[in-house]
T-cell receptor, first 117, second 113 residues
Framework: AQKITQTQPGMFVQEKEAVTLDCTYDTSDPSYGLFWYKQPSSGEMIFLIY??????QNATEGRYSLNFQKARKSANLVISASQLGDSAMYFC??????????????FGSGTQLTVLP | EPEVTQTPSHQVTQMGQEVILRCVPISNHLYFYWYRQILGQKVEFLVS????????KSEIFDDQFSVERPDGSNFTLKIRSTKLEDSAMYFCASTRGHTDTQYFGPGTRLTVL
């Protein structure tokens, strides 16, 4: 089974509108972290936002917020007031566990967001 | 703001040749990672490294691969005998604590001919 599922290969949004990128996850570990990264066409991976499994409130970072629904195992990224520079690939990723050694990230397949002028 | 750096940005090599990809993690970070992304595909974990030894490795990280922290700043990935299917973007990442956010370098695009 896929650990991270992003069901939207591509999304379009009008400039200044809000957009939601979907992410569902699968883990039996009670302690985990969920991350969103942005990958522009230049290729680098830019960290956007983090949500811990025990966090009571949804994470927010500027125009980014994470709609965390633990019972549904979803962690959707909401981008408000889209800008042309938001056009990029967006990856959801999960880190499982909290103890022991360095913890790898498992990535979803990504959503290509295009912001239209 | 401190950042992870990687060199070279692009490496072209012949099949069967050895390549070394270099990374300089953020200076106070203790945990280091390599990931790869084949063109158009998802990012895949290769290996994590802490306290001068490998913490975890994936099935991809076979005997052709090795990692090293030769000094206090560099973290390298060596591919001993490259194959065509090793062509990918290779990302280095680092964290201060093992559950902290991983910050990625800009990547090295490896092309094997």
């Amino acid at each position: 089974a896929q650990k991270i599922t992003q069901t939207q290969p591509g999304m379009f949004v009008q400039e200044k509108e809000a957009v939601t990128l979907d992410c569902t996850y699968d883990t039996s570990d009670p302690s985990y972290g969920l991350f969103w990264y942005k990958q522009p066409s230049s290729g680098e991976m830019i960290f956007l936002i983090y949500q811990g499994s025990y966090d009571q409130q949804n994470a927010t970072e500027g125009r980014y917020s994470l709609n965390f629904q633990k019972a549904r195992k979803s962690a959707n990224l909401v981008i408000s007031a889209s800008q042309l520079g938001d056009s990029a690939m967006y990856f959801c990723a999960m880190r499982e566990g909290s103890g022991g050694s360095a913890r790898q990230l498992t990535f979803g397949s990504g959503t290509q967001l295009t912001v239209l002028p | 703001e401190p950042e992870v750096t990687q060199t070279p940005s692009h490496q072209v090599t012949q099949m069967g040749q050895e390549v070394i990809l270099r990374c300089v993690p953020i200076s106070n970070h203790l945990y280091f990672y390599w990931y790869r992304q084949i063109l158009g595909q998802k990012v895949e974990f290769l290996v994590s490294f802490y306290n001068n030894e490998i913490s975890e490795k994936s099935e991809i990280f076979d005997d052709q691969f090795s990692v090293e922290r030769p000094d206090g700043s560099n973290f390298t990935l060596k591919i001993r005998s490259t194959k065509l299917e090793d062509s990918a973007m290779y990302f280095c990442a680092s964290t201060r604590g093992h559950t902290d956010t991983q910050y990625f370098g800009p990547g090295t695009r490896l092309t094997v001919l």
